[in-house]
């Protein structure tokens, strides 16, 4: 076993066994990361090749200057995942990685050194490589730190030009090309990137600048997009989202190959005034980042408001907002029976239908209280399923493949697919009673009356919301929902950040949350449909409160 590898072997095994102090994302990257030794091809000389490389860098600022980079081990782990995993063809797995690390964690210099690899070790023939961010000094970041870095090494001098005016910043080595790259729309054409880093993602209104470089590597035969980043405030934004799709990935409810990701970060629940857990979210703790720097700004955090949230955002990775994230996947998916129709068959049942008002998704979902149990049904356009070109648009497509997605003809819902698919559940199920959005109704609802099916509008508010949705969290932390682990509706469950008033009212967020949740949706008017009609008496409350 060579270096590299044994180091993030050592790693990922104490990370795991406890010996290490990490949140449960990093547990689950050291996993995922052991589990792919046995699935994918793994070559370690490549992954020696770009950790030599690095730690022959020499660092240029504070009490590490003039000393050789050497890499913590978590940082050994990024690089023989990145470097080390190959694909059929021999070109490397990974095209994109996406870090999440707090400040004072050594970030800037640890991408610089990336982004060096890319332009004077990989041997690609004229590589383009690229800091990018959406204002220039903050492109400099990376970039200054290359350019002290070439100027430190005796044996790069001969080898480069370095050019660093207001006018012109680039590093050349032959035909490779370095520079700095602030976001300007529309003047980003003809780019051929092979390295790119974007740092601070978090500080990005939208994701035009990632979209236009990730698509300037089609060329490219091993191409890498270097995304690292603190916490942020904007939990609409395109960081936070894709934060998200990653933690789904190293959930396993969505599969993506060519995505390293790594999240340090505290647990949900986590008292973040205790000093005990600040190191799960700082892999250098001790190294870069001292106890007793935080120590003294924890006061200040704990009466002062603004404080707090820097000091939870900056330094402990926590994103914060005035949103709330809920079930986590660990809890919604664990120990979950396959769930069959015909299991169901004859029951008694509550309908929870979520239209869309366009040619998006639709969810109509059934809950069962004798079995404890829900299942969803899902409606795409076909066109809508063309157009999801994003992170989770290929998870769509072979969900749609399964028939997990009713992929229906057009660009517009098409109700009398979903009518005639809500008439033959009928006849399988005894359907009493379905909810529907009386905001977002259509004629479709009185087409279901009509048919002898009973329906009622179910508000979107607070009111109507909460209690269906609070019951939701219990039955799924108490273990008794069976749902089987639909991996749609895992997908969409998270997706949800919710919303909570001054009296701890909650519901589904559907503007905040990260995608897509109308499954979850429709399961919760299923649920509060259900509940309405315990509460008048009509029948066996099914569900216990505590």
Request: glycine share 8%; charged share 25%; with cysteine.
């Amino acid at each position: 076993m060579t270096n590299s590898q044994a180091i993030a072997n050592k790693y990922a095994e104490q990370v795991i066994s406890g010996k290490v102090s990490a949140g449960q994302l990093v547990r689950e990257a050291c996993a995922r990361y052991l589990s792919d030794l046995n699935t994918f091809r793994f070559v370690p000389e490549l992954a020696d090749h770009a950790l030599e490389f690095i730690q022959n860098l020499t660092h240029t600022t504070g009490e590490a200057a003039g000393r050789k980079f050497i890499l913590e081990p978590w940082q050994v782990f990024i690089i023989t995942n990145l470097f080390g995993f190959v694909g059929p063809d021999g070109a490397r797995r990974f095209s994109r990685a996406y870090i999440e690390v707090p400040r004072k964690n050594g970030k800037s210099t640890f991408a610089s050194a990336i982004m060096l690899y890319g332009l004077l070790a990989d041997g690609e023939a004229g590589a383009q490589v690229y800091s990018a961010a959406t204002k220039l000094d903050q492109a400099m970041m990376v970039f200054g730190e290359s350019v002290r870095a070439c100027q430190a090494q005796d044996w790069l001098k001969d080898e480069l030009v370095i050019q660093n005016s207001i006018h012109n910043r680039r590093i050349v080595y032959g035909d490779n090309l370095y520079k700095p790259l602030e976001w300007n729309p529309g003047k980003q054409d003809g780019l051929n990137t092979h390295f790119c880093v974007i740092d601070e993602y978090h500080a990005h209104p939208n994701d035009e600048l990632y979209n236009v470089i990730y698509n300037s590597m089609g060329a490219r035969r091993q191409p890498l997009l270097f995304t690292i980043t603190t916490a942020g405030f904007n939990r609409e934004g395109p960081c936070y989202k894709h934060r998200q799709y990653c933690s789904q990935v190293l959930a396993g409810a969505l599969k993506d190959d060519s995505l390293f990701t790594v999240i340090y970060s505290l647990d949900l629940g986590d008292d973040w005034t205790d000093p005990k857990t600040w190191a799960k979210a700082n892999p250098n703790w001790g190294v870069s980042v001292y106890p007793k720097k935080l120590e003294q700004s924890i006061n200040e955090a704990k009466e002062l408001t603004h404080k707090e949230v820097e000091f939870k955002t900056k330094l402990l990775n926590v994103w914060t907002d005035t949103a709330q994230t809920w079930i986590a996947d660990a809890v919604w998916s664990k120990d979950q029976p396959e769930l069959s129709y015909s299991s169901l068959a004859g029951l008694e049942c509550y309908g929870g239908l979520d239209l869309a008002s366009t040619g998006d998704f639709c969810a109509f979902s059934l809950f069962f209280p004798e079995a404890d149990s829900v299942i969803t049904r899902y409606y795409l356009p076909e066109e809508a399923v063309k157009k999801r070109n994003d992170t989770a648009g290929a998870n769509i497509r072979d969900w749609v493949r399964q028939g997990l997605i009713i992929e229906t003809e057009g660009n517009v819902t098409d109700y009398n697919y979903i009518k005639a698919d809500i008439l033959d559940l009928a006849e399988q199920f005894e359907i009493k009673e379905i909810a529907f959005d009386r905001f977002n109704s259509s004629q479709l609802i009185i087409e279901l009356q009509n048919e002898g099916l009973t329906l009622y509008p179910f508000g979107q508010g607070f009111v109507s919301m909460s209690a269906p949705t609070k019951e939701l969290e219990r039955l799924v932390r108490v273990g008794r929902l069976k749902h089987g682990n639909n991996p749609v509706t895992r997908w969409q469950m998270g997706n949800i950040l919710l919303r909570r008033d001054p009296a701890d009212n909650i519901k589904i967020d559907k503007a905040k949350s990260g995608d897509k949740v109308d499954g979850p949706v429709s399961i919760v008017m299923a649920l509060g449909t259900y509940m309405q009609e315990a509460a008048k008496g009509e029948g066996d409350f099914w569900f216990i409160s505590i």
